[in-house]
């Protein structure tokens, strides 16, 4: 392996497909790695240290889903889900699991690549952050402990996934601000996020399950038809 090229760990059991990303990760300077089922990808994920993975939900073995389980377990490595199963529950289960974003099959290879350049810029920017006395950010009865990635509501721990820690992290430091669609997915997911806002939407929605009093009537979260989301100072 080289220790130049940022490795890319490839779970894919479609010879197709992983021609296709093989070719086109390495043309981009990536050095990628192939597991054609789930156990040979957690194999690999602990023998390489991969730096992102693109994971197959379909996957022989143990399925996509159970891998990025385990992974989450103990890493934060970048994880984007390459699948055909983009149904917004497939996608959902995708993300309260951990990963970072998802790709629907077929997909353009151009757009694959830039998806991943952005997380893999972002997970180098957190990491260079210098750190300074831990910041807490507090709303009703909600707390937020930045530093460990740990929020309490009421007298109870709940468990984000990164990105749903980020946007609720981006609300709390601008309570009572509209924060526009175009903003939550730059601040979020880079300036350079190559795709829609689907993944934004399922990512609020999860949220509000977990955050809201009654999550079909939000009243912590707020919509602003046309515009974004605004963390409601009016609830008491």
Not at 69 to 75: F, L, Y
Request: charged residues 30%.
């Amino acid at each position: 392996m080289s220790p130049d090229k940022e490795r890319i760990l490839i779970a894919e059991d479609e010879e197709s497909f992983i021609d296709a990303m093989t070719l086109g990760l390495s043309r981009e300077g990536f050095e990628p790695i192939v597991a054609s089922d789930g156990q040979r990808a957690l194999d690999l994920f602990h023998e390489t240290n991969p730096d992102c993975i693109l994971l197959d939900v379909m996957l022989p073995k143990i399925s996509g889903l159970d891998v990025c389980r385990q992974i989450r377990k103990e890493s934060k490595v970048p994880i984007i889900m390459v699948t055909a199963r983009a149904t917004e529950l497939d996608t959902v289960l995708g993300l309260e699991l951990g990963a970072d974003d998802y790709v629907a099959k077929p997909f353009r290879m151009a757009e694959l690549v830039a998806r991943i350049r952005a997380l893999l810029r972002r997970t180098t920017e957190s990491a260079e952050r210098p750190r300074t006395d831990e910041e807490v950010l507090r709303y009703q009865g909600l707390t937020a402990f930045v530093d460990r990635h740990q929020v309490v509501v009421g007298e109870n721990e709940i468990k984000l996934p990164p990105k749903e820690f980020e946007l609720l992290i981006l609300f709390l430091r601008n309570p009572g601000k509209v924060l526009t669609r175009d903003l939550l997915v730059d601040r979020v997911w880079g300036h350079d996020y190559y795709g829609d806002t689907k993944t934004l939407d399922v990512h609020i929605k999860r949220l509000r399950t977990k955050i809201e009093p009654d999550p079909n009537n939000p009243t912590v979260l707020t919509t602003i038809r046309g515009v974004g989301y605004r963390l409601d100072l009016g609830r008491e």
